[in-house]
């Protein structure tokens, strides 16, 4: 019985190894997520100002 005991506790640390490793990739993915959406906004913000000062501009020119 000793041997299956000690197999069940190698088994244990082979999962939280696996949980571990796929926590590591979730935060990973996470941060990806979180600067690709930052730079989204950041990019929806930039090119509602340049939206917002391109026809005054237009404008201007054309005069």
Not at 37 to 56: A, I, Q, Y
Request: proline share 3%; glycine share 0%; no cysteine.
């Amino acid at each position: 019985m000793p041997h299956h005991r000690s197999m069940t506790r190698h088994r244990s640390i082979y999962v939280n190894s696996v949980v571990n490793s796929n926590v590591d990739s979730t935060v990973h993915v996470n941060s990806v997520i979180f600067s690709f959406m930052l730079l989204l906004r950041f990019s929806t913000v930039l090119s509602l100002k340049v939206m917002s000062v391109l026809p005054s501009d237009l404008s201007f020119i054309m005069k």
